[in-house]
Antibody
Framework: QVQLQESGPGLVKPSETLSLTCDVS?????????WGWIRQPPGKGLEWIAS???????YYNPSLKYRVTILMDSPKNQFSLRLNSATVADTAVYYC????????????WGQGTRVTVSS | SYGLTQPPSLSVAPGKTAKITCGGN??????VHWYLQKPGQAPVLVIQ???DRPSGIPRRFSGSNSGNTATLTIRGVEAGDEADYYC?????????????FGGGTKMTVL
């Protein structure tokens, strides 16, 4: 059974870097799927952040691409998100998820982790 | 950039049929996926590729896509179907590929 688990600080100060990790179990992240991050600000809808297939296939939300980096660590079977220059507007629940490489739907999601940007 | 438009809310009585729409320019040319999200929980895929149900999703859930509108239909609505529903597409642009979500529809079961 594929499981994803997000981890990282629940509180980040403005202007600092928000860093999250998604641990994947029950499936190899090198096995032909995209892996992505999605966030949801309080009371709002879903916002896609980034997806990675391998180091040569990475896609970012245009509105975030200058502040975001997504990385894969195949030996550890995990992938990560870095969001620079955090602001209050980055406060959200952050989800990691698996996406089919040809089908492009998110079929497995982590439970989500709440991140608050505040001084 | 490509946008997906959903009605913010929908109310339906138990046992009735709910139709949640997702509007986009020539959306019929794209593959549309649908998720439901209950409060405090992660989204769950309920329809993939316009009309296919993932394993475990009741047959009451169905999808269609034509022209500029994709539709998620829920027949025999139950109290447990009360949730937020989101549509999603994978958009190819000149600078790469992007995931796009609709704004979401909050469905209330009366």
């Amino acid at each position: 059974q594929v499981q994803l688990q997000e981890s990282g600080p629940g509180l980040v100060k403005p202007s600092e870097t928000l860093s999250l990790t998604c641990d994947v179990s029950g499936f190899s992240i090198s096995s032909g799927y995209y892996w992505g991050w999605i966030r949801q600000p309080p009371g709002k809808g879903l916002e896609w952040i980034a997806s990675i297939f391998h180091s040569d296939s990475i896609y970012y939300n245009p509105s975030l691409k200058y502040r975001v980096t997504i990385l894969m660590d195949s030996p550890k079977n995990q992938f990560s998100l870095r969001l620079n220059s955090a602001t209050v507007a980055d406060t959200a629940v952050y989800y990691c998820a698996r996406m089919g490489a040809t089908d492009n739907w998110f079929d497995v999601w982590g439970q989500g982790t709440r991140v608050t940007v505040s001084s | 950039s490509y946008g997906l438009t959903q009605p913010p809310s929908l109310s339906v009585a138990p046992g009735k049929t709910a139709k949640i729409t997702c509007g986009g320019n020539n959306i019929e040319d794209k593959s549309v996926h649908w998720y439901l999200q209950k409060p405090g929980q992660a989204p769950v895929l309920v329809i993939q590729s316009d009309s296919d149900r993932p394993s475990g999703i009741p047959r009451r859930f169905s999808g269609s896509n034509s022209g500029n509108t994709a539709t998620l239909t829920i027949r025999g609505v139950e109290a447990g179907d009360e949730a937020d529903y989101y549509c999603q597409v994978w958009e190819r642009t000149s600078d790469g590929r992007h995931v796009i979500f609709g704004g979401g529809t909050k469905m209330t079961v009366l």
